[in-house]
């Protein structure tokens, strides 16, 4: 009997193939096929696009009644939440209304909204739409900001948008990749100032409300509050992926790698360490007298703001890199779980996941 046809490497892993891609694989096969033979063969390449779709950030409407979803590939899809909550709610009504390409220079990492625009950011340009055309299902680019490049390959991405509103101006605040944080006028599109300070990355941003603090987490493991001293917690990890400030601006909650922490900032105390063994938390909010947080597992952890895991929630994405709440509407309200995954995780009551949303590419 001759060689066998089929290399020790594909005989070795066929089987994993198979069950990623759905495809069948053939007994026999050319000994110069590679592995990606039957994901390129038999796999369109809308179908091999959507298997890696990730979905980095979430933003909900001014009106509560829809959802916006930025992926990997710089665009964005608007989802129905009336039509998929009803009653007569099926897969059919758990993909987009309608999509657009948001972004020609690659993935969209954060979303923001004001009562009239939502504005996206990540590789390229910060972009406003306005939420009127969007929901016209005709988008038109309202204005766009450049971050400051510091040579001729400097090109930040943006990780983060907040928005600030005072009484006499709005501010769009950016945490970008040089390390640095932006904030321009809204109104006027002038860049006001720049805050710098981390000597990493800067992955996370939360405003405090009533005095406009800003809070920023960075991969150098430090939060820094700026007007104020900052936390330093080398002794809970070495980086930082995420921080919220709490609605009554008493209460700052940080976390990344391997554990996350609640401090008092009257205090500027560490009140509660919450231990999450072998995840890194990636997003986390406050929400009424509870913390959500997720990140490198496919859960949705739930703590008391003792520190005791209040609910382990199981989702689709393997990583999560966004969670949202809608308190826009009491009529809609859910949590939306976004992550390494075409799926975008709904739950109604929050303990359990109701259904997933589908960000389609067409």
Same mark, same amino acid.
């Given at each position: 009997?001759?060689?066998?046809?089929?290399?020790?490497?594909?005989?070795?892993?066929?089987?994993?193939?198979?069950?990623?891609?759905?495809?069948?694989?053939?007994?026999?096969?050319?000994?110069?096929?590679?592995?990606?033979?039957?994901?390129?063969?038999?796999?369109?390449?809308?179908?091999?696009?959507?298997?890696?779709?990730?979905?980095?950030?979430?933003? &909900?409407?001014?009106?509560?009644?829809?959802?916006?979803?930025?992926?990997?590939?710089?665009?964005?899809?608007?989802?129905?939440?009336?039509?998929?909550?009803?009653?007569?709610?099926?897969?059919?009504?758990?993909?987009?209304? &309608?999509?657009?390409?948001?972004?020609?220079?690659?993935?969209?990492?954060?979303?923001?909204?004001?009562?009239?625009?939502?504005?996206?950011?990540?590789?390229?340009?910060?972009?406003?739409?306005?939420?009127?055309?969007?929901?016209?299902?005709?988008?038109?680019?309202?204005?766009?900001?450049?971050?400051?490049?510091?040579?001729?390959?400097?090109?930040? @991405?943006?990780?983060?948008?907040?928005?600030? @509103?005072? @009484?006499?101006?709005?501010?769009?605040?950016?945490?970008?990749?040089?390390?640095?944080?932006?904030?321009?006028?809204?109104?006027?599109?002038?860049?006001?100032?720049?805050?710098?300070?981390?000597?990493?990355?800067?992955?996370?941003?939360?405003?405090?409300?009533?005095?406009?603090?800003?809070?920023?987490?960075?991969?150098?493991?430090?939060?820094?509050?700026?007007?104020?001293?900052?936390?330093?917690?080398?002794?809970?990890?070495?980086?930082?992926?995420?921080?919220?400030?709490?609605?009554?601006?008493?209460?700052?909650?940080?976390?990344?790698?391997?554990?996350?922490?609640?401090?008092?900032?009257?205090?500027?105390? %560490?009140?509660?360490?919450?231990?999450?063994?072998?995840?890194?938390?990636?997003?986390?909010? &406050?929400? @009424?007298?509870?913390?959500?947080?997720?990140?490198?597992?496919?859960?949705?952890?739930?703590?008391?703001?003792?520190?005791?895991?209040?609910?382990?929630?199981? %989702?689709?994405?393997?990583?999560?890199?966004?969670?949202?709440?809608?308190?826009?509407?009491?009529?809609?309200?859910?949590?939306?779980?976004?992550?390494?995954?075409?799926?975008?995780?709904?739950?109604?009551?929050?303990?359990?996941?109701?259904?997933?949303?589908?960000?389609?590419?067409?």
């Amino acid at each position: 009997m001759g060689p066998d046809p089929i290399p020790k490497l594909l005989k070795k892993n066929h089987w994993t193939i198979a069950q990623t891609a759905r495809v069948r694989v053939p007994e026999r096969a050319p000994a110069n096929y590679s592995t990606a033979y039957f994901l390129t063969k038999d796999r369109s390449l809308p179908a091999r696009k959507l298997l890696h779709t990730t979905v980095f950030a979430q933003c &909900f409407s001014p009106c509560g009644k829809y959802l916006a979803a930025a992926n990997n590939y710089g665009k964005i899809a608007i989802f129905s939440l009336s039509t998929a909550l009803s009653p007569e709610g099926s897969e059919a009504t758990w993909k987009p209304i &309608f999509s657009f390409q948001a972004s020609e220079d690659g993935a969209i990492f954060t979303l923001s909204s004001t009562d009239a625009l939502l504005i996206s950011a990540g590789n390229g340009p910060i972009c406003a739409w306005k939420w009127a055309d969007i929901l016209a299902k005709g988008p038109k680019l309202i204005w766009s900001l450049n971050i400051p490049k510091k040579g001729p390959f400097s090109n930040p @991405e943006v990780n983060t948008l907040q928005i600030d @509103e005072q @009484e006499s101006q709005t501010y769009v605040l950016a945490g970008c990749g040089d390390k640095n944080i932006y904030g321009w006028d809204i109104s006027s599109g002038k860049q006001i100032f720049q805050l710098s300070g981390h000597t990493d990355y800067i992955h996370d941003l939360a405003v405090k409300k009533n005095n406009s603090l800003y809070a920023s987490a960075s991969e150098d493991g430090t939060v820094r509050l700026w007007g104020r001293c900052g936390c330093v917690r080398p002794e809970l990890g070495s980086w930082l992926g995420c921080v919220a400030i709490e609605s009554n601006d008493d209460w700052l909650v940080c976390g990344g790698g391997p554990r996350m922490s609640v401090w008092h900032l009257r205090s500027m105390s %560490c009140t509660t360490v919450l231990d999450t063994p072998k995840a890194t938390m990636k997003t986390v909010q &406050f929400y @009424e007298d509870s913390i959500i947080s997720a990140g490198s597992q496919p859960f949705v952890h739930h703590w008391f703001m003792n520190g005791e895991q209040k609910a382990k929630v199981p %989702c689709s994405p393997t990583s999560v890199f966004n969670i949202a709440v809608n308190t826009k509407s009491e009529n809609h309200r859910v949590l939306c779980v976004g992550g390494n995954s075409s799926k975008i995780d709904v739950s109604t009551n929050f303990g359990y996941k109701a259904f997933s949303l589908t960000f389609t590419l067409d």
